[in-house]
């Protein structure tokens, strides 16, 4: 526990690395090495399907795994998708075909024996179900739309199977505002989120649970508790959304880099 700072002092520092953070994970140099144009998000399904699965994937592995699968996923998905003159008709044919040549697509390269696991398959025909009921396909203008009209809360519940009957299997708490966090901050959607909202920006992993542990501010094993606990404090702060995300992602920021933190620090001394 931090004795010798300020609860506020620690947790503006942490915040200040989630600036890192967006500088590393959130620009469009790194958006562009994985294929995604962020300007292009609400204008083109397909952008805002790759965006939506760059951070899907990342659930109870190794992130060096999670990058194979979703390396694997994206070549399949491209072959039908990549080119915009067939983009429509092959996601009609798809449809049409209850989505079985893709998922025999996918179970050449994801699976048991290969990279990933099946139930990252089901994941992504979930998403393409998902879109398929969407007027335009576009998942990232949808969830605009939902989050400027104050229905962030429904968003967040909509995504994850095991809270809404057209959910999308695998998707959680976790991965639903992870989601939802990098797409409101890639946006400029802070202030559309509203103070009782902004615990839906707030995904809870090992790293972050991590961090309010050895700072002392931990006072719960709910995790919702636990997010209202991060955005009130943060609150103290500012009262803006900007501040609680950015706590969030320094969190996980700190946890997941420390050693090079630490050998960065000590390479200046």
Same mark, same amino acid.
């Given at each position: 526990?931090?004795?010798?700072?300020?609860?506020?002092?620690?947790?503006? /520092?942490?915040?200040?690395?989630?600036?890192?953070?967006?500088? *590393?994970?959130?620009?469009? +140099?790194?958006?562009?090495?994985?294929?995604?144009?962020?300007?292009?998000?609400?204008?083109?399904?397909?952008?805002?399907?790759? @965006? @939506?699965?760059?951070?899907?994937?990342y *659930?109870?592995?190794?992130?060096d795994?999670?990058v194979?699968?979703?390396t694997?996923?994206?070549?399949?998905l491209?072959?039908y %998708?990549?080119? $915009?003159?067939?983009?429509?008709?092959? @996601?009609?044919?798809?449809?049409?075909?209850?989505?079985?040549?893709?998922r025999?697509?996918?179970?050449?390269?994801?699976? /048991?024996? /290969?990279?990933?696991?099946?139930r990252?398959?089901?994941?992504?025909i979930?998403?393409?179900?998902f879109?398929?009921?969407? $007027?335009?396909?576009?998942?990232?203008?949808y969830?605009?739309?939902?989050?400027?009209?104050?229905?962030?809360?429904?968003?967040?519940?909509?995504? =994850? /199977?095991?809270?809404?009957?057209?959910?999308?299997?695998?998707?959680?708490?976790?991965?639903?505002?992870?989601?939802?966090?990098?797409?409101?901050?890639?946006?400029?959607?802070? *202030?559309?989120?509203?103070?009782?909202? =902004?615990? %839906?920006l *707030? $995904?809870?992993?090992?790293?972050?649970?991590?961090?309010?542990?050895?700072?002392?501010?931990?006072?719960?094993?709910?995790?919702?508790?636990?997010?209202?606990?991060i955005? +009130?404090?943060?609150?103290?702060?500012?009262?803006?959304?900007?501040?609680?995300?950015? @706590?969030?992602?320094?969190?996980?920021?700190?946890?997941s880099?420390?050693?090079?933190?630490?050998?960065?620090?000590?390479?200046?001394?």
């Amino acid at each position: 526990m931090v004795t010798n700072l300020g609860e506020e002092s620690i947790m503006s /520092k942490i915040a200040d690395f989630g600036e890192r953070f967006e500088r *590393q994970y959130l620009c469009k +140099e790194y958006l562009n090495t994985k294929n995604v144009d962020i300007d292009r998000l609400e204008e083109n399904w397909w952008e805002a399907l790759k @965006f @939506f699965l760059t951070r899907t994937f990342y *659930q109870g592995r190794r992130d060096d795994v999670s990058v194979r699968v979703e390396t694997k996923a994206l070549e399949v998905l491209g072959k039908y %998708f990549d080119d $915009p003159l067939e983009r429509e008709k092959n @996601f009609q044919f798809l449809k049409n075909a209850s989505w079985s040549q893709l998922r025999v697509d996918l179970q050449a390269v994801i699976g /048991k024996g /290969k990279v990933g696991r099946r139930r990252d398959i089901d994941m992504i025909i979930d998403i393409l179900k998902f879109i398929s009921r969407l $007027p335009d396909k576009n998942i990232a203008r949808y969830s605009v739309e939902m989050i400027k009209n104050n229905k962030l809360e429904e968003l967040w519940y909509g995504l =994850q /199977k095991s809270k809404s009957k057209e959910g999308i299997r695998s998707v959680g708490k976790k991965i639903a505002s992870l989601y939802l966090r990098d797409l409101v901050t890639i946006l400029g959607l802070e *202030q559309e989120v509203s103070n009782a909202h =902004q615990v %839906f920006l *707030q $995904p809870i992993d090992t790293w972050v649970r991590q961090i309010i542990e050895k700072i002392g501010l931990e006072e719960t094993r709910n995790e919702m508790k636990l997010r209202r606990m991060i955005v +009130e404090r943060c609150g103290r702060v500012s009262k803006s959304a900007i501040r609680a995300i950015r @706590f969030n992602e320094g969190a996980w920021y700190i946890g997941s880099h420390s050693l090079e933190i630490l050998l960065g620090m000590l390479m200046k001394h």
